[in-house]
């Protein structure tokens, strides 16, 4: 088996989600496919390269992509695999904080003009 593999078998042995293993399946396969080498002789500079090419991609897509490789990267660096996990030298992408979730002022005024006051002692 390849490491890849491994590492996905590894993620579905943790419980982790189905929609997990797919993205981080199909991100490592982009990697593997712009490397066209084995997982095991990814360098710095290989990493440097393929973040180029999905430079065009929105900053959420990145950081996806970017997480499934730290995390393969971390894992192999945790089972002896590779040499070392270049990753966590590198600068992320980082996101903007999601906008606040919750009714709009004007549907919570319609929900409380729709229901009826108490009456007063």
């Known amino acids: 088996m390849t ?3 491994d590492f996905l078998t590894d993620l579905a042995h943790a419980n982790r989600s189905v929609h ?3 993205a981080y399946a199909s ?3 982009d990697l593997l496919r712009f490397h066209g080498g084995p997982a095991s002789s990814i360098t710095p500079q290989i990493l440097r390269s393929f973040f180029t ?3 065009h991609l929105a900053p959420a897509s990145r950081a ?5 490789i ?6 192999a660096y945790r089972h002896k695999l590779i040499p070392a996990d270049p990753m966590g030298r590198g600068d992320r992408v980082h ?3 999601p906008a606040p979730r919750g009714p709009r002022a004007g549907e ?3 929900i409380l003009a729709a229901h009826p006051r108490p009456a007063s002692p």
């Open 108 to 110: 919570v005024a319609a």
């Open 95 to 97: 996101l903007d904080p």
């Open 3 to 5: 490491l890849v593999a």
């Open 20 to 22: 997990t293993q797919r």
């Open 70 to 75: 730290a995390s393969f990267r971390a894992w």
């Open 53 to 55: 090419t999905i430079a």
């Open 27 to 29: 991100d490592l396969g």
């Open 64 to 68: 996806r992509k970017e997480a499934s």
